[in-house]
């Protein structure tokens, strides 16, 4: 189970503004590079300024809005004949590199470390990979969970939240990344695995 099996339902909801915005010309390229470019500055910036603890409202907010720029350039490429092969490349390597520079000032909190931040990262950018790599063996493009894209920005999102509004994270919470580099172990075995299947 995974949040990306409530994505039809938050498309729907997206539609009516997908709609107006290929009616002014907006591309889903278009819309692809502005998120990836803003969570990039945004991640910049809280990186710099991790001391102000209430910098990192500013992740769930992007988050959320950044999953809804997700949709519909998406809806923009498939439902008005706007893909292309430009536009596959910049929306996996645009959801990789930012999800890494929204995540990375974590690196900065305690009780976390710049180990295990930087591997949760680097897991996540491998399950990605394993996911968009179904196509090449004749699969889908796969999303399988248990910590797919949608519940990573879940997780980093509460921690924002949280660190935001109290101004620390307890410290028991240092098992947190271990535990989610082992889903995301989990999740990468899981994509190869299910488009292995589907290939066979």
Do not use: C
Not at 114 to 139: I, R
Not at 182 to 198: C, G, I, K, S
């Amino acid at each position: 189970m995974t949040l990306y099996e409530i994505k039809p339902q938050f498309q729907a909801l997206l539609r009516p503004l997908v709609k107006t915005l290929a009616a002014t010309g907006v591309s889903a390229n278009q819309v692809t590079l502005s998120a990836a470019v803003v969570s990039v500055v945004l991640g910049g910036f809280i990186y710099v300024n991790a001391d102000v603890t209430a910098v990192f409202l500013l992740i769930p907010a992007w988050l959320f809005l950044r999953m809804a720029l997700n949709a519909i350039d998406g809806m923009l490429a498939r439902e008005f004949d706007q893909k292309s092969t430009l536009g596959a490349y910049l929306n996996e390597l645009g959801d990789v590199v930012s999800d890494a520079a929204l995540y990375l000032p974590f690196a900065l909190v305690a009780p976390f470390s710049n180990l295990t931040v930087v591997l949760v990262v680097l897991l996540a950018t491998l399950s990605e990979f394993a996911g968009a790599f179904g196509p090449t063996v004749g699969a889908s493009r796969r999303y399988d969970g248990p910590m797919g894209k949608s519940d990573r920005a879940l997780v980093f999102g509460v921690l924002g939240l949280w660190l935001g509004i109290a101004g620390s994270l307890p410290l028991w919470l240092f098992w947190l990344m271990p535990l989610l580099s082992v889903l995301l172990v989990m999740t990468t075995f899981n994509r190869v695995q299910h488009a292995l299947v589907e290939a066979n």
